[in-house]
Nanobody, 122 residues
Framework: QVQLVESGGGLVQAGGSLTLSCASSERTFSNSFMAWFRQAPGKERDFVAAAFWNIGTTYYTDSVKGRFTISKDNAKNTLYLQMNSLKSEDTAVYYC???????????????WGQGTQVTVSS
């Protein structure tokens, strides 16, 4: 059973930066697809960014392109989300998730972290 633990959330002013981390409890399976989702109050959980663990291909939702960067550290079994130029609309609980194979749909994911709150003040 893969366990995912997010960290790095917090309160930041608009225009600021945060880096989220997602640590896996075990060596992540080589063909896993790792993603970040977010859920704002009263809204559905939406796809933010993702990457295949063993290759460099990355994917982003349009609203974060050019501002957010997903990356990974294989040795640490950790996924990151660098968030720059944060906006108030980025305020949400951010979740790390994993599955085998590509998908941007929440329902397709097998493993989830507990979430970390990101609040952007304007």
């Amino acid at each position: 059973q893969v366990q995912l633990v997010e960290s790095g959330g917090g309160l930041v002013q608009a225009g600021g930066s945060l880096t989220l981390s997602c640590a896996s409890s075990e060596r992540t399976f080589s063909n896993s697809f790792m993603a970040w989702f977010r859920q704002a109050p009263g809204k559905e959980r939406d796809f933010v960014a993702a990457a295949f663990w063993n290759i460099g291909t990355t994917y982003y939702t349009d609203s974060v392109k050019g501002r957010f960067t997903i990356s990974k550290d294989n040795a640490k079994n950790t996924l990151y989300l660098q968030m720059n130029s944060l906006k108030s609309e980025d305020t949400a609980v951010y979740y790390c998730a994993a599955r085998r194979g590509y998908s941007t749909h929440e329902r397709d994911y097998d493993y989830w972290g507990q979430g970390t709150q990101v609040t952007v003040s304007s």
